[in-house]
């Protein structure tokens, strides 16, 4: 299950790469450039866009009503039975790529010396090369996820 969204879905498309779903953000003009990539790469199309929602009838699409973002990935959790799995955490958050294992020793001196001195596993993402392990932030996001999808059970 792969995901496309458009622009005010930021945050959306944040929780969805942080649940391990390939998510895209198309932040570029022309909505059937949008359903085109959509089609093409087999992507389901999240839109608060009504116009986009006409455009994309009896296409794989969901329209989202919510505001909120933590809201709004209940409706997508909703939509589509999502469960946070294996993969989860294990995609960039800025550019969607999947996050490989570093080792320890080669990000000595790029993060904060208190990270280096009382974390193990760290991860990188090929394409920005930014760095992550997991951390307090990620246990509070983990506990996030955990409450939106017992929710909807
Ligand atoms: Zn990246």
């Known amino acids: 299950m792969k995901f496309i969204a458009d ?3 930021g945050k959306l498309v944040k929780w969805l790469r942080i649940l391990g779903y390939d998510t895209l953000y198309f932040r570029e003009k022309g909505l059937t450039r949008l359903i085109e990539r959509a089609e093409r790469e087999d992507r389901i199309i999240l839109t608060r866009n009504r116009h986009l929602k006409r455009l994309s009838e009896g296409k ?3 329209f989202i009503t919510q505001n909120q973002p933590s809201l709004q990935l209940r409706e997508v959790i909703q939509a ?3 469960k ?3 993969e989860a955490f294990s995609r960039c958050l800025v550019c969607n790529h999947p996050l490989q294992e570093i080792a320890r020793k080669e990000i ?4 904060p010396e208190y990270v280096y001195d009382t974390q193990n596993d760290f991860f990188t993402c090929p394409q920005c090369h930014r760095i ?5 932030h990620l246990q509070r996001m983990e506990e996030k996820i955990d409450t939106l999808c017992s929710e909807v059970e």
Do not use: R
């Open 7 to 9: 622009a005010p879905l």
């Open 60 to 62: 794989k699409s969901l």
């Open 80 to 82: 589509y039975n999502i």
């Open 84 to 86: 946070k799995g294996e």
């Open 108 to 111: 000595e001196g790029k993060v």
């Open 132 to 136: 992550y392990w997991p951390g307090t």
